[in-house]
């Protein structure tokens, strides 16, 4: 089955670039006007003129930092100011942080709590009455294969991930009967700037997919007849996924260990 979202909205945060920017080329192409959040303005102006142009979708801008408390309500406001309202939610902003906890400076890593988890909570959390009120779309929250086991070494941030699984799953069992389809979408490495903002590619396991191979694995969940809670991009990453689940706790963590550290 393949969805057609023509006729309604979707909003994506993270969406100038990455993963958000190809999930707006893929809704887009599948007839859904789109809200497009992220810091950099000009990044999202020249994605809104190309899809607008490749498309003929209706594309709305609103450049935001969203790490930052209150910020759901802040956001569901400003549309319902414009007299709009969304069908679909894909909440893929957010980022790494890579080194021994002990060195890690403490203001990023509140962000990265904040933006990853807190952020994501708070926008779901306002959105979603009206996501179940429309139930032609679907919530898509980007987690990780992080989410799978603790990372020594990047200690946060496979924590964050691990909360997004979690969180996503449970929802999507809460909301099982209302027409919303609910994922969350688990990549491993995926050529993006995510590592640009980690500070190269050390932490990188196995084969890089690159953001269509991932987004493409979301649509398809989405197009299925009974949509998943969750869902890993690439079999390998399934097949590492499903090992570390049954694995001792303690094995998986020397492994995870093994693969990010580079000190």
């Known amino acids: 089955m393949t969805m057609t979202y023509a006729g309604t909205t979707a909003l994506i945060t993270g969406a100038s670039s990455g993963l958000g920017a190809e999930f707006a080329g893929q809704f887009a192409a599948r007839g859904s006007n789109l809200v497009l959040v992220a810091r950099r303005a000009d990044r999202l102006e020249e994605l809104a003129q190309a899809l607008r142009s490749r498309h003929g979708v209706t594309v709305t801008v609103l450049p935001m930092d969203l790490g930052r408390a209150g910020v759901g309500r802040e956001l569901f406001d400003s549309l319902a100011g414009r007299g709009m309202t969304v069908d679909t939610l894909i909440n893929n902003a957010g980022f790494g ?14 962000s990265e709590i904040s933006l990853n988890v807190a952020a994501l909570v708070d926008i779901t959390r306002a959105f979603l009455p009206e ?36 969180f996503t799953e449970a929802v999507a069992h809460e909301t099982k009967n209302s027409g919303l ?30 953001s269509e191979q991932v987004v493409g694995t979301a649509i398809k969940a989405l197009d299925r007849k009974d949509t998943p809670g969750s869902v890993v991009s ?21 492994i995870a260990a093994r693969a990010v550290q580079d000190w």
Request: with cysteine; net charge neutral.
């Open 181 to 210: 389809n609910v994922l969350a979408l688990c990549p491993g490495a995926t050529r993006t700037e995510f590592f640009d903002v980690l500070g190269g590619e050390a932490a990188a396991v196995g084969k890089m997919q690159t």
């Open 97 to 110: 942080t890579h080194g021994p906890l002990v060195e890690e400076d403490p203001e990023t890593i509140a």
């Open 234 to 254: 690439g079999w390998l990453n399934r097949v590492t996924a499903g090992v570390a689940q049954r694995l001792p706790r303690a094995v998986t963590v020397a």
């Open 131 to 166: 996501l179940l009120a429309s139930g032609k779309g679907a919530l898509v929250n980007v987690a990780s294969t992080a989410a799978f086991q603790p990372i020594p070494g990047m200690a946060v941030y496979g924590a964050t991930k691990a909360f997004v699984l979690s």
